[in-house]
């Protein structure tokens, strides 16, 4: 076997970078951790398991958790919170809970890389008659809709604006429909 340069290596290396990778290191972080080239870090993780194993567990953490916070704002969420405030010139704490909604940006990004043949955004356009030829049901639903959103407009709008909120759920159909 031939004699090489002695490796940088040490035991620990592996430990240092699975925590390393828990906060979302990359191969070219782990280099410069451990002051040596990109290429030595490639070389430890294709001939050291014991790296390679710690560099993998810390990433797919990472990611473990990337996914769950990405889901989370899909979905909404809520968060437990401390307030501090001043009462009497004394700081009093309250803790309560604080409602993040559904972030449109999240759910577009999980439902184009979760679902892609329906949510990219270079399918093909769909012609209008094949929307209707392919649907029959739709006039049936738009006007269906049409009247819940009547009804619903009726139920919340005052005495003198009733035609301004019939004209407003005309619009939001349209708009939604």
């Known amino acids: 076997m ?3 340069r002695p490796t940088a290596y040490k035991p620990e290396n592996a430990e240092t970078a699975r925590r390393a990778c828990l906060l979302g ?3 070219q972080d782990l280099a ?4 040596v080239s990109r290429t030595t870090i490639d070389n430890w993780l294709a001939t050291i398991p014991d790296f390679s194993h710690a560099v993998t567990q810390g990433r797919q953490v990472a990611d473990e958790a990337v996914v769950a916070a990405l889901f989370a704002r899909a979905v909404g969420m809520e968060h437990k919170s401390t307030k501090v405030f001043c009462r009497n010139g004394q700081p009093v704490t309250a803790e309560y809970m604080q409602y993040f909604p559904p972030d449109m940006r999240a759910c577009m990004f999980w439902l184009r ?5 329906q949510w990219r955004e270079n399918r093909p356009v769909a012609r209008e008659a094949d929307i ?3 649907d029959s049901g739709l006039e049936a639903w738009k006007r269906e809709r049409l009247a819940e959103i009547v009804e619903q407009a009726r139920a919340t709008a005052g ?3 009733p035609d301004a909120a019939l004209v407003d759920a005309a619009a939001r159909l349209q708009v939604h429909g």
């Open 25 to 27: 290191a990359t191969n």
């Open 132 to 134: 209707y030829e392919s």
């Open 159 to 161: 005495p003198t604006e």
């Open 113 to 117: 890389n979760r679902l892609p043949a």
């Open 32 to 35: 410069e951790r451990f002051e």
């Open 2 to 4: 031939p004699a090489g």
